[in-house]
């Protein structure tokens, strides 16, 4: 299947203006007109997303189909003395990767006490979705932004990838061989990591990033992708959402990532258009204001 070349990000106008407005590039002395930006994004915990089993339901994947039966492998090695020893300390390494199920079984039971350092930004293939309109934008008078998704990240920190739902495990087979390579190289050395707190904590960081590009089925028709950020150049700020405190890392994209913005049904539609279009002249997203347009979903 052909990948969207936009992906779009949903939120209200005041999430508009924050991420298209907030960041502008220094004018050039003597320079008049509009001031030109670049969009700015916040990434989310992964523990407060909106959803907050989304990580548990990926994290219990990774441990039912990677570390459990690596773990149950390493425990049937029972070398003979004139056998070549093809793994070093099987059973070392078995007990490893049992105490990060253990580790993982915490986060579940919502007793793991450490802050888990990886942090997401939600994007959908698709511009038009009710559930997105409902979900990000209160239901009326939102907008979706439309990154070109070859502009997104793509490096060690940061990277955007399509989320897979549990109804196709065949799919499953993108993200577990990354695990299964992880696992390799973890245990790679002859002596088995030390399953110190500090070591597991940092694995469980490492493992929510695979785990983050699962979701269940029902929510499908979002046609989700994600930017997954471990937050590693610095930690994070916070803001609230009433009474929740959210912790979330923000990162940025060049002007020209941003070709199109849609303006979501509700009462205010004609109006958020218009001014739509000025704040996009204003901030500089010429090539998105040439394609600002409107939803055809009817507002009730």
């Known amino acids: 299947m052909t990948e ?5 990000h949903y939120t209200d106008a005041g999430g508009l203006l924050g991420i298209l407005g907030s960041n502008p590039e220094p004018r050039e002395p003597g320079v008049v007109g509009p001031q030109k930006c670049k969009p700015s994004f916040r990434a989310t915990a992964v523990e407060y997303l909106n959803d907050s089993r989304e990580l548990i339901h990926g994290l219990g994947i ?22 070549p020893h093809l793994v070093a300390n099987p059973k070392e390494k078995a007990d490893f990767l049992r105490k990060l199920c253990e580790t993982i079984d915490r986060v579940e039971q919502r007793t793991y006490s450490n802050h888990i350092h990886c942090y997401v930004t939600s994007f959908s293939a698709h511009n038009d979705v009710l559930s997105q309109w409902r979900a990000y934008c209160g239901g009326l008078d939102g907008f979706a932004i439309g990154i070109r998704r070859d502009a997104l990240p793509d490096h060690q920190e940061a990277k955007a990838k399509k989320v897979l739902y549990d109804d196709d495990p065949k799919s499953w087979t993108t993200v577990t061989d990354y695990v299964h390579k992880w696992v390799h190289w973890r245990l790679h050395r002859t002596e088995a990591p030390e399953a110190s707190s500090g070591m597991l904590d940092h694995c469980i960081r490492e493992l929510s990033r695979y785990a983050t590009q699962f979701k269940h089925n029902g929510f499908r028709e979002e046609g989700e992708w994600r930017v997954i950020h471990l937050g590693m150049s610095e930690g994070p700020t916070y803001r609230n959402r009433g009474a929740k405190l959210i912790p979330y890392v923000t990162w940025s994209l060049p002007a020209d990532a941003v070709v199109a913005v849609r303006v979501g049904p509700g009462p205010n539609q004609h109006e958020n258009y218009l001014a739509a279009q000025g704040a996009l002249h204003a901030f500089g997203y010429t090539t998105a204001a040439q394609n600002l347009t409107v939803s055809p979903t009817p507002y009730r």
């Open 62 to 83: 990774i441990k039912e189909q990677v570390l459990i039966p690596r773990a149950e492998e390493l425990e049937t090695i029972d070398y003979q003395p004139d056998e």
């Open 4 to 8: 969207p070349d936009t992906l779009w």
